[in-house]
């Protein structure tokens, strides 16, 4: 009844509305399958592909044993490399002649998936996504051939100055906790992993009661709430052991790691903020003015703009389940390198000494706000915001509260939020290149975490 | 590659993205057709369009393509030059990207820095790119706003005029992107060179970001020469795809792009050629910063515009040898033969002349490079003398009619098709039917292709290029193994690295 409800209502909804705004951002329908699994779900019959995500939450890297790093990612590369009858190559050609895009993912706090297909594919689609969450084979041919090819893609990151200082930013920020260690695995631990560790994690991370599921396009509430049970009905339940929360380890402290390049890379973090936080709109409003826009942004203008001393500088929020921080990143020529963190340093200042301006609260509000359909133009894109909203534990409304939320922020909000947030002796600051006027607090000899 | 004008966020995601495009792109739409040549035989008009564009012509010239999209009440606005980093003066390298910056520096009505903060105040996103054959210029925003930013856009095609003091910071701002892009990594910089030698006196050799030391050098001046000569109507494409119709746009563009001047001024597109060369080129590049070995072939084939029909059986080929983990190489070298932990290969129709077909593999822990080489070979020698199957073929050409259904779920995806194909010499019919004309293609003329292109025992005007990027370390084994007809070596200078942008999916810092 709630169902056929909810379909009359989608249909009005998506006669399209042209050159005016829309009522609602969103129109996200939660269904249910017979077997009580939930989904969010977007209804779009103009392009016939069908875009299904999913996560389980908290079964991601933060839980790989430090002898066994990069866990999880093989678990995500190997999954869709057989299962059930069909062996590796078998299963790679049904997805590929039936142009089904069947992807896994692990970052630090979830484990996840995506389907993508065409709707005259589905049901094969939704079986193949079903045998590889259910009887995935990992047969040691594709598992020696992942875990090989990990091991090149983290050799061939060694030469890539940013990937080095991401993972000395991890190293430094996060010390002591899992978050620091390498989610994408080390050279000897991916060694280590066999097909074993790949089973018990299937076993034990991957249930019903830690899953959420968005889907977005041509399909019905009807047609969904039965594929639920069909992909997902027979998963059993998990205990999962979280990771403690965190906080910003190393405040305060410069590292550098020294390389022969031109250019210094400089990655830094700071403790930030929840999304679910009542402050975060507000937060949201500070970064934008202060590093987040781009163009027009307080960093860009003084970094880049004024001065041309980086191609792009910008801030933004670090979401994790366990730590929540506020980061700025950007590179410059060497020689530059103290200056660039002065400006930033005083950039600091200023927003905590002088409330933004009317102007700028204006243009950031009027961006936040505006800027959100943008988002919501492909299948794929929809559903992914369906699955982060849920993700976070978030409203189904929550795309409308958060118009009203960055509405309602004033100036001193932004100051208030700005004061709670904002402290530039908390950064750890990583350097990677041959930066000149610095001092370090600590030097890296080598990456940790790597080989 | 492509340049842009800012990263989004971080910048190898950026490109990364733009990848992405040029990746749908190119699935979707060879985007090239060889419009004006003979091969008249190709330009079918079979099977469904693709996007059901609407095209309008202004009296001035300016070419429109409108893509309706009625899902979200949003749009995106490009504009596309027909010119780019291969239209260059001698010496002056980097001028068509520098030109790109400025184009945000301020014009006749607009401040330095305005235009991207106006798109943003109205909840918009701005960004430009610029290509050996094209530049672009776009924007995505609410329906509401395009009449804004069409103004906007056609205020700077004829009215730049930025103050002297952005001319020289913002010199300074494409300096540090080619650090970062380029220099920070021996991956950036091999790239350059392996096209610096396929591309022998033509100026798809020299790199859209320039060269270092020619970059220092640009003036206003040589912004300007530049802008006068080749921006105009009558060298641009308007392209809005999303939530209007044809008959919105073409009212709006009248009025606000009709107004401008033709500009009579504008040259025919002319480069010069490379002569035959007689070497086999082999491109070694050795880094004590590399830890995995890298081997790329690239051999010269021609471009959409050049020869659709070619292009078309190209794109089969690349399909069948290098379409992911069921391809021949993948399955070859990397699942069978373990020398290898990835290979592939790819194929750009989208260019205006000659373009590049390219053979990668990363070698396995204790493989040479050279044994790789051979199996390359290996695999070419097997498509050149049996050719493809019924079953590969039939498998290919449903994979990529599937992918032309993808490239609609995008508002900008579509829009950057057009843009591609139109400034590189193709036609709206050669986006729109291109899954047709993919049906044509036959095995004999996917054989036949790879037998005048890709056959390792062929004599070609144009050899390919085979490149390795090791580690110091490796050096003596290497070295004494290479064949030495001519071998380009790049020493590592002693401030050298770099980083590419296309190890996006390393970045494991980003949830």
């Given at each position: 009844?709630?169902?056929?409800l909810?379909?009359?209502?989608s249909?009005?909804?998506?006669?399209?509305?042209?050159?005016?705004?829309?009522d609602?951002?969103?129109?996200?329908?939660?269904?249910?399958?017979?077997?009580?699994?939930k989904?969010?779900?977007?209804e779009?019959?103009?392009?016939?592909v069908?875009a299904?995500?999913?996560?389980?939450?908290?079964?991601?890297?933060?839980?790989?044993?430090?002898?066994?790093?990069?866990?999880?990612?093989?678990?995500?590369?190997?999954?869709?490399?057989?299962?059930?009858?069909?062996?590796?190559?078998?299963?790679?050609?049904?997805?590929?002649?039936?142009?089904?895009?069947?992807?896994?993912?692990?970052?630090?706090?979830?484990?996840?998936?995506?389907?993508?297909?065409?709707?005259?594919?589905?049901?094969?689609?939704?079986?193949?996504?079903?045998?590889?969450?259910?009887?995935?084979?990992?047969?040691?041919?594709?598992?020696?051939?992942?875990?090989?090819?990990?091991?090149?893609?983290?050799?061939?990151?060694?030469?890539?100055?940013d990937?080095?200082?991401?993972?000395?930013?991890?190293?430094?920020?996060?010390?002591?906790?899992?978050?620091?260690?390498?989610?994408?695995?080390?050279?000897?631990?991916?060694?280590?992993?066999?097909?074993?560790?790949?089973?018990?994690?299937?076993?034990?991370?991957?249930g019903?009661?830690n899953?959420?599921?968005?889907?977005?396009?041509?399909?019905?509430?009807?047609?969904?709430?039965?594929?639920?049970?069909?992909?997902?009905g027979?998963?059993?339940?998990?205990a999962?052991?979280?990771?403690?929360?965190?906080?910003?380890?190393?405040?305060?402290?410069?590292?550098?790691?020294?390389?022969?390049?031109?250019?210094?890379?400089?990655?830094?973090?700071?403790?930030?903020?929840?999304?679910?936080?009542?402050?975060?709109?507000?937060?949201?409003?500070?970064?934008?003015?202060?590093?987040?826009?781009?163009?027009?942004?307080?960093?860009?203008?003084?970094?880049?703009?004024?001065?041309?001393?980086?191609?792009?500088?910008?801030?933004?929020?670090?979401?994790?389940?366990?730590?929540?921080?506020?980061?700025?990143?950007?590179?410059?020529?060497?020689?530059?390198?103290?200056?660039?963190?002065?400006?930033?340093?005083?950039?600091?200042?200023?927003?905590?000494?002088k409330?933004v301006?009317?102007?700028?609260?204006?243009?950031?509000?009027?961006?936040?706000?505006?800027?959100?359909?943008?988002?919501?133009?492909?299948t794929?894109?929809?559903?992914?915001?369906?699955?982060?909203?849920?993700?976070?534990?978030?409203?189904?409304?929550?795309?409308?509260?958060?118009?009203?939320?960055?509405?309602?922020?004033?100036?001193?909000?932004?100051?208030?939020?700005?004061?709670?947030?904002?402290?530039?002796?908390k950064?750890?600051?990583?350097?990677?290149?041959?930066?000149?006027?610095?001092?370090?607090?600590?030097?890296?000899?080598?990456?940790?975490?790597?080989? | 590659?492509?340049?842009?004008?800012?990263?989004?966020?971080?910048?190898?995601?950026?490109?990364?993205?733009?990848?992405?495009?040029i990746?749908?792109?190119?699935?979707?739409?060879?985007?090239?057709?060889?419009?004006?040549?003979?091969?008249?035989?190709?330009?079918?008009?079979?099977g469904?369009?693709?996007?059901?564009?609407?095209?309008?012509?202004?009296?001035?010239?300016?070419?429109?393509?409108?893509?309706?999209?009625?899902?979200?009440?949003?749009?995106?606005?490009?504009?596309?030059?027909?010119?780019?980093?291969?239209?260059?003066?001698?010496?002056?390298?980097?001028?068509?990207?520098?030109?790109?910056?400025?184009?945000?520096?301020?014009?006749?009505?607009?401040?330095?820095?305005?235009?991207?903060?106006?798109?943003?105040?109205?909840?918009?996103?701005?960004?430009?790119?610029?290509?050996?054959?094209?530049?672009?210029?776009?924007?995505?925003?609410?329906?509401?706003?395009?009449?804004?930013?069409?103004?906007?856009?056609?205020?700077?095609?004829?009215?730049?005029?930025?103050?002297?003091?952005?001319?020289?910071?913002?010199?300074?701002?494409?300096?540090?992107?080619?650090?970062?892009?380029?220099?920070?990594d021996?991956?950036?910089?091999?790239?350059?060179?392996?096209?610096?030698?396929?591309?022998?006196?033509?100026?798809?050799?020299?790199?859209?970001?320039?060269?270092?030391?020619?970059?220092?050098?640009?003036?206003?001046?040589?912004?300007?020469?530049?802008?006068?000569?080749w921006?105009?109507?009558?060298?641009?494409?308007?392209?809005?795809?999303?939530?209007?119709?044809?008959?919105?746009?073409?009212?709006?563009?009248?009025?606000?792009?009709?107004?401008?001047?033709?500009?009579?001024?504008?040259?025919?597109r002319?480069?010069?050629?490379?002569?035959?060369?007689?070497?086999?080129?082999?491109?070694?590049?050795?880094?004590?910063?590399?830890?995995?070995?890298?081997?790329?072939?690239?051999?010269?084939?021609?471009?959409?515009?050049?020869?659709?029909?070619?292009?078309?059986?190209?794109q089969?080929i690349?399909?069948?040898?290098?379409?992911?983990?069921t391809?021949?190489?993948?399955?070859?070298?990397?699942?069978?033969?373990?020398?290898?932990?990835?290979?592939?290969?790819?194929?750009?129709?989208d260019?205006?002349?000659?373009?590049?077909?390219?053979?990668?593999?990363?070698?396995?822990?204790?493989?040479?490079?050279?044994?790789?080489?051979?199996?390359?070979?290996?695999?070419?020698?097997?498509?050149?003398?049996?050719?493809?199957?019924?079953?590969?073929?039939?498998?290919?050409?449903?994979?990529?009619?599937?992918?032309?259904?993808?490239?609609?779920?995008?508002?900008?995806?579509?829009?950057?098709?057009f843009?591609?194909?139109?400034?590189?010499?193709?036609?709206?019919?050669?986006?729109?039917?291109?899954?047709?004309r993919?049906?044509?293609?036959?095995?004999?003329?996917?054989?036949?292709?790879?037998?005048?292109?890709?056959?390792?025992?062929?004599?070609?005007?144009?050899?390919?290029?085979?490149?390795?990027?090791?580690?110091s370390?490796?050096?003596?084994?290497?070295?004494?193994?290479?064949v030495?007809?001519?071998?380009?070596?790049?020493?590592p200078?002693?401030?050298?690295?770099?980083?590419?942008?296309?190890?996006?999916?390393?970045?494991?810092?980003?949830?």
């Amino acid at each position: 009844m709630r169902l056929a409800l909810l379909i009359i209502f989608s249909v009005l909804l998506i006669a399209p509305a042209p050159l005016h705004a829309r009522d609602k951002v969103l129109d996200i329908q939660e269904v249910t399958s017979p077997g009580g699994i939930k989904a969010w779900l977007v209804e779009d019959h103009s392009i016939p592909v069908i875009a299904l995500k999913f996560s389980f939450k908290g079964a991601g890297a933060a839980l790989d044993p430090a002898s066994k790093q990069g866990l999880s990612r093989i678990v995500s590369n190997t999954l869709d490399e057989g299962a059930g009858d069909l062996d590796s190559q078998s299963f790679q050609k049904e997805l590929r002649d039936l142009s089904i895009g069947l992807h896994f993912g692990s970052g630090r706090d979830n484990f996840g998936g995506n389907l993508k297909t065409l709707t005259r594919n589905k049901d094969r689609a939704f079986e193949l996504m079903h045998l590889a969450l259910t009887k995935p084979r990992f047969d040691p041919e594709p598992v020696g051939r992942m875990i090989a090819s990990n091991q090149s893609r983290i050799r061939s990151s060694l030469s890539d100055p940013d990937w080095m200082a991401v993972r000395l930013l991890n190293d430094m920020a996060f010390e002591g906790h899992p978050y620091a260690l390498n989610s994408g695995g080390t050279l000897s631990t991916l060694q280590s992993i066999t097909s074993i560790d790949l089973d018990n994690f299937v076993k034990f991370r991957l249930g019903k009661n830690n899953l959420i599921i968005s889907a977005a396009g041509d399909i019905t509430p009807e047609e969904l709430a039965t594929t639920l049970d069909t992909i997902f009905g027979e998963l059993p339940q998990v205990a999962l052991q979280p990771a403690p929360n965190l906080e910003t380890q190393n405040q305060g402290k410069t590292a550098v790691y020294e390389r022969d390049i031109p250019q210094t890379v400089i990655e830094m973090i700071q403790p930030g903020i929840a999304r679910t936080d009542p402050d975060f709109h507000t937060a949201q409003i500070m970064n934008y003015v202060l590093g987040g826009s781009g163009f027009g942004s307080r960093l860009m203008e003084e970094v880049r703009e004024k001065r041309g001393l980086a191609y792009g500088i910008y801030s933004g929020f670090y979401l994790s389940d366990h730590f929540k921080g506020f980061s700025v990143s950007t590179a410059t020529a060497n020689a530059n390198t103290k200056h660039v963190l002065d400006i930033i340093k005083a950039e600091w200042s200023k927003m905590l000494n002088k409330p933004v301006s009317q102007e700028e609260i204006d243009n950031a509000k009027s961006y936040l706000i505006g800027s959100l359909p943008l988002s919501l133009t492909s299948t794929d894109s929809i559903a992914s915001i369906l699955l982060s909203l849920q993700g976070d534990g978030l409203p189904i409304d929550y795309l409308e509260q958060r118009e009203n939320g960055i509405k309602a922020a004033s100036i001193e909000d932004v100051t208030r939020v700005t004061k709670r947030i904002l402290d530039p002796e908390k950064f750890v600051t990583i350097l990677v290149g041959k930066p000149e006027g610095v001092t370090a607090s600590k030097t890296y000899e080598t990456l940790p975490n790597v080989e | 590659m492509i340049y842009g004008l800012f990263p989004a966020r971080k910048p190898s995601k950026f490109i990364f993205m733009i990848r992405l495009f040029i990746l749908i792109v190119f699935m979707i739409t060879p985007l090239q057709a060889y419009a004006q040549t003979e091969v008249k035989a190709d330009s079918s008009t079979q099977g469904e369009k693709v996007f059901n564009a609407e095209t309008f012509k202004l009296d001035n010239g300016l070419e429109i393509v409108v893509i309706p999209n009625h899902r979200t009440p949003v749009v995106t606005h490009m504009v596309w030059y027909k010119v780019g980093g291969a239209d260059e003066m001698q010496g002056k390298s980097g001028i068509a990207h520098f030109m790109e910056h400025l184009m945000f520096k301020g014009s006749d009505g607009l401040a330095s820095g305005e235009f991207s903060k106006t798109v943003k105040k109205l909840g918009g996103n701005d960004n430009a790119f610029t290509g050996q054959d094209y530049t672009a210029y776009f924007q995505s925003i609410a329906v509401e706003h395009l009449e804004k930013v069409m103004t906007m856009e056609a205020g700077r095609m004829r009215g730049m005029n930025p103050p002297l003091q952005e001319v020289e910071s913002e010199r300074k701002v494409i300096l540090e992107e080619r650090r970062q892009r380029t220099d920070n990594d021996p991956r950036g910089r091999f790239g350059e060179q392996m096209n610096a030698a396929l591309y022998v006196n033509h100026p798809y050799g020299t790199p859209v970001i320039g060269w270092f030391h020619e970059m220092e050098q640009l003036s206003w001046d040589d912004a300007k020469t530049f802008y006068d000569k080749w921006y105009g109507p009558n060298n641009a494409v308007l392209i809005v795809s999303g939530d209007v119709t044809g008959a919105q746009v073409h009212e709006l563009a009248k009025k606000i792009y009709g107004p401008l001047a033709r500009v009579d001024s504008i040259p025919v597109r002319s480069r010069t050629i490379s002569p035959p060369l007689y070497a086999q080129t082999k491109v070694l590049q050795r880094h004590p910063a590399i830890r995995q070995a890298v081997i790329q072939r690239n051999y010269r084939v021609p471009s959409y515009r050049q020869n659709a029909k070619d292009s078309l059986a190209l794109q089969v080929i690349e399909e069948i040898m290098g379409g992911g983990a069921t391809s021949r190489f993948y399955k070859s070298l990397v699942i069978e033969q373990k020398l290898a932990t990835g290979a592939g290969m790819s194929y750009r129709a989208d260019s205006w002349d000659d373009t590049t077909l390219s053979v990668h593999a990363t070698p396995a822990p204790g493989k040479h490079p050279e044994e790789i080489e051979r199996a390359i070979e290996q695999e070419l020698r097997k498509l050149v003398s049996e050719g493809i199957t019924a079953e590969e073929l039939q498998d290919s050409k449903t994979r990529m009619q599937a992918a032309a259904i993808y490239a609609r779920d995008s508002l900008s995806g579509p829009a950057m098709a057009f843009g591609h194909a139109l400034a590189t010499g193709s036609s709206v019919d050669d986006v729109e039917y291109w899954p047709g004309r993919i049906e044509e293609v036959t095995a004999e003329q996917a054989q036949d292709v790879a037998r005048r292109f890709l056959d390792p025992d062929g004599k070609y005007d144009h050899p390919p290029v085979t490149g390795y990027l090791l580690p110091s370390a490796e050096k003596e084994v290497a070295l004494e193994n290479m064949v030495q007809d001519e071998v380009v070596e790049i020493e590592p200078a002693a401030n050298d690295n770099t980083e590419d942008g296309q190890s996006a999916n390393t970045k494991e810092a980003t949830p």
